[in-house]
Protein backbone atom coordinates (compact mmCIF):
# COMPACT_ATOMS: atom_id res chain seq x y z
CA UNK A 1 0.00 0.00 0.00
CA UNK A 2 1.25 3.34 -0.80
CA UNK A 3 0.99 6.25 2.01
CA UNK A 4 0.40 9.63 1.57
CA UNK A 5 1.56 12.57 3.37
CA UNK A 6 -0.06 15.83 4.38
CA UNK A 7 3.23 17.25 2.02
CA UNK A 8 1.05 15.79 -1.15
CA UNK A 9 0.65 12.72 -3.14
CA UNK A 10 3.39 9.88 -3.27
CA UNK A 11 4.09 7.81 -6.16
CA UNK A 12 3.75 4.11 -6.00
CA UNK A 13 5.46 1.40 -6.11
CA UNK A 14 5.27 -2.14 -7.94
CA UNK A 15 2.40 -3.37 -7.26
CA UNK A 16 4.06 -7.10 -6.85
CA UNK A 17 6.75 -5.64 -4.71
CA UNK A 18 6.02 -7.11 -1.33
CA UNK A 19 9.20 -6.98 1.24
CA UNK A 20 10.29 -9.85 2.72
CA UNK A 21 11.69 -11.32 6.41
CA UNK A 22 15.13 -10.27 4.56
CA UNK A 23 14.32 -6.39 4.46
CA UNK A 24 15.92 -5.11 7.49
CA UNK A 25 15.36 -1.36 9.37
CA UNK A 26 18.42 0.98 8.44
CA UNK A 27 17.98 2.51 11.85
CA UNK A 28 17.84 -1.03 13.87
CA UNK A 29 17.88 -4.07 11.75
CA UNK A 30 14.47 -5.35 12.25
CA UNK A 31 12.38 -6.59 10.04
CA UNK A 32 11.20 -3.46 7.63
CA UNK A 33 7.90 -2.99 6.63
CA UNK A 34 8.11 0.50 5.48
CA UNK A 35 10.49 1.31 2.06
CA UNK A 36 11.27 4.80 1.01
CA UNK A 37 12.57 5.87 -2.02
CA UNK A 38 14.93 9.01 -2.55
CA UNK A 39 16.54 10.63 -5.70
CA UNK A 40 19.61 8.61 -4.40
CA UNK A 41 18.17 4.97 -3.43
CA UNK A 42 15.93 3.66 -0.87
CA UNK A 43 15.76 3.55 2.72
CA UNK A 44 14.37 0.40 4.93
CA UNK A 45 12.52 1.09 8.12
CA UNK A 46 10.90 -0.80 10.86
CA UNK A 47 7.30 0.12 11.75
CA UNK A 48 8.59 2.54 14.91
CA UNK A 49 11.24 4.58 12.40
CA UNK A 50 9.32 4.69 9.71
CA UNK A 51 6.59 6.95 11.66
CA UNK A 52 9.53 8.93 13.27
CA UNK A 53 10.98 9.48 9.98
CA UNK A 54 7.92 10.42 7.81
CA UNK A 55 7.43 13.49 8.41
CA UNK A 56 11.03 14.82 7.61
CA UNK A 57 11.54 12.26 4.66
CA UNK A 58 8.21 13.33 3.31
CA UNK A 59 9.42 16.31 1.35
CA UNK A 60 12.20 14.21 -0.64
CA UNK A 61 10.47 10.92 -1.03
CA UNK A 62 9.41 9.62 -3.94
CA UNK A 63 7.36 7.38 -2.66
CA UNK A 64 6.47 5.35 0.59
CA UNK A 65 5.64 2.25 0.51
CA UNK A 66 4.07 0.51 3.37
CA UNK A 67 3.16 -2.98 4.98
CA UNK A 68 2.84 -1.94 8.48
CA UNK A 69 -0.48 -3.20 8.72
CA UNK A 70 0.48 -6.76 7.71
CA UNK A 71 1.67 -6.70 12.16
CA UNK A 72 -2.13 -6.22 12.80
CA UNK A 73 -2.53 -9.42 10.51
CA UNK A 74 0.28 -11.31 12.16
CA UNK A 75 -0.83 -10.35 15.29
CA UNK A 76 -4.18 -12.11 14.90
CA UNK A 77 -2.90 -15.77 12.84
Keep these: MTHSADHG??????????????????SCGAQAYIRVRLDKGELFFCAHHGNKYQEKLAGI?????????RLLQESKA
Design 61 to 69: AHSWHDESS
Design 9 to 26: ALDTFEPEYSLTALDRCD
